[in-house]
């Protein structure tokens, strides 16, 4: 009986991986269907990768409630973080595009801080007004996704194609120290910079953690299971993508979003909530801690695999590219540095994303 209510409640996963299945037995039969119909299989596994995310951004807010911040977020964007080296790896291994991953780093810096947060403080500003945060997050965040893409994602322009392979060592070794002492900061002495203190009066809307029948052990695996649906179910999707736009003359970039958006999804969902519950230290942690991770983990795992394999990846950023970035994290620097965010501050950085969106539909 308990089995069965646990199958009822996660009804989305269960049909996530049905649908797994499914693509994984009909796969060559869509492919051989023609453009249109892969077209229409991208789209129905997207569609159920939002579903599956609903489930793992549920439980990453349990966790959330119960073990609190910074615990609760970290696993989340860890997890996100996981599917989006996981995705890039299997598709590197077959003709993709040499910049694939500088190109999905990109669009989840964009998507983090200029989507997620821009989004969030705009429609929590709308409805709370201004909204406060412990600024220390905000400021460790910033310097270092600053230094993260500064030295994995400019300087590489510098580097010549000779020497391409010392470099890339180096990168390695800087990216496994970054995050080294951040993980350290993040879960020992300095773990107060990324909480925040709410006064009772304002914890009405919050949910009971008595009330809460799931365990901990229970969140974390159902977000574990889920990340690694999302990410067998991506694999499928990106296969029936890259097909349905072969010779269609999309933007190139096109699939580094949707492969961002994708490993995104449940931060999205859990970050939005946090903000219209005016709570907007779950949503700083989500949103630049994934652009964080993203950076300082993806980075490593590919530059090894280039590594390995012998051939590099492009992974300098274009003008356009590189002066989005330092629009997009001066602003942050700006907004970030107070401790309350606002409707205002939302709208730079949504403005930000829409202006990124039209410059990927532009193919630059």
């Known amino acids: 009986m308990k089995i069965a209510s646990r199958l009822k409640d996660e009804t989305f996963l269960v049909l996530a991986i049905g649908v797994a299945a499914i693509a994984y037995v009909s796969e ?6 023609g453009r249109e119909i892969s077209l229409i299989a991208a789209a129905g596994l997207v569609a159920t990768i939002v579903l599956a995310s609903i489930r793992v951004a549920h439980h990453a807010e349990i966790l959330a409630i119960k073990v609190g911040d910074p615990y609760g977020t970290m696993i989340l964007t860890l997890s996100a973080v996981a599917v989006e080296v996981i995705i890039l790896a299997i598709m590197m291994t077959g003709e993709s595009s040499p ?4 190109d999905t ?22 409805k709370h007004g201004e909204q406060p945060y412990n600024d ?14 500064g ?6 322009e510098f580097v010549p194609a000779e020497k391409w392979h010392y470099y890339s060592a180096f990168t390695i070794l800087a990216m496994i120290a970054l995050y080294a002492l951040f993980l350290r900061m993040q879960v020992g002495q300095h773990s107060y910079f990324f909480s925040y203190a709410y006064p009772r009066s304002e914890r009405k809307g ?9 365990s901990t052990t229970a969140s974390i695996t159902t977000i574990l299971v889920g990340v690694v649906i999302i990410g067998l179910l991506a694999e499928f999707m990106s296969t029936f ?18 492969v961002a958006a994708i490993s995104a999804s449940p931060e999205i969902l859990t970050a939005l909530r946090a903000a219209l519950r005016n709570r907007m230290q779950a949503t700083v ?43 997009t994290l001066i602003a942050a620097a700006i907004n970030l540095n107070d401790g309350e965010t606002n409707a205002i501050e939302g709208m730079t950085h949504f403005i930000l994303f829409a202006t990124f969106l039209m410059l990927s539909a532009l193919d630059l």
């Open 241 to 258: 993508m890259t097909e349905g736009l072969r010779d269609s003359g999309a933007p190139v970039v096109l699939t580094a979003i949707v």
């Open 99 to 102: 910049t694939l991953v500088r």
């Open 285 to 327: 942690n989500i949103a630049m801690g994934a652009s964080l991770s993203t950076v300082i983990l993806t980075v490593p795992v590919m530059e090894a695999i280039a590594l390995y394999t012998g051939q590099p990846f492009i992974m300098a950023m274009t003008p356009v590219q590189t002066v989005m970035v330092a629009i």
């Open 105 to 126: 780093i990109y669009s989840a810096l964009m998507l983090d801080i200029n989507g997620i947060l821009g989004l969030a403080a705009l429609l929590g500003g709308l």
């Open 136 to 149: 220390n997050s905000g400021k460790t965040y910033g310097v270092m996704i600053l230094t993260a893409m």
């Open 206 to 214: 919050d949910p009971d953690e008595h009330s809460i029948e799931d």
């Open 151 to 156: 030295i994995s994602m400019i300087v590489p």
């Open 28 to 33: 060559h039969a869509f492919l051989e269907m």
